[in-house]
């Protein structure tokens, strides 16, 4: 059975892909702060996303208080 994994490691800000617990690749470098990522499997497409969060200016005023 494969098994696909992601490491997301703070400590170097890196985000790593793995295969069936072999590593294939660093996907992302420098990776700092407030991060949201996701990832969408399916037959004919696969994607990992990663990103900073989006907020409205008036989310950004509700965490201020």
Same mark, same amino acid.
């Given at each position: 059975?494969?098994?696909?994994? /992601?490491? /997301?490691?703070? +400590? &170097? $800000?890196? /985000?790593? /892909?793995?295969?069936? +617990?072999?590593? *294939? &690749?660093?996907?992302? &470098? +420098? *990776?700092? $702060?407030?991060?949201?990522?996701?990832?969408?499997?399916?037959?004919?497409?696969?994607?990992?996303?990663?990103? &900073?969060?989006?907020?409205?200016?008036?989310? *950004?005023?509700?965490?201020?208080?």
């Amino acid at each position: 059975r494969m098994r696909i994994g /992601l490491l /997301l490691d703070f +400590d &170097t $800000g890196s /985000l790593t /892909l793995f295969k069936s +617990d072999e590593r *294939l &690749t660093v996907m992302a &470098t +420098d *990776l700092s $702060g407030e991060y949201c990522w996701a990832v969408s499997m399916s037959s004919e497409e696969n994607s990992v996303s990663i990103g &900073t969060p989006q907020r409205s200016d008036s989310a *950004l005023a509700s965490s201020a208080d």
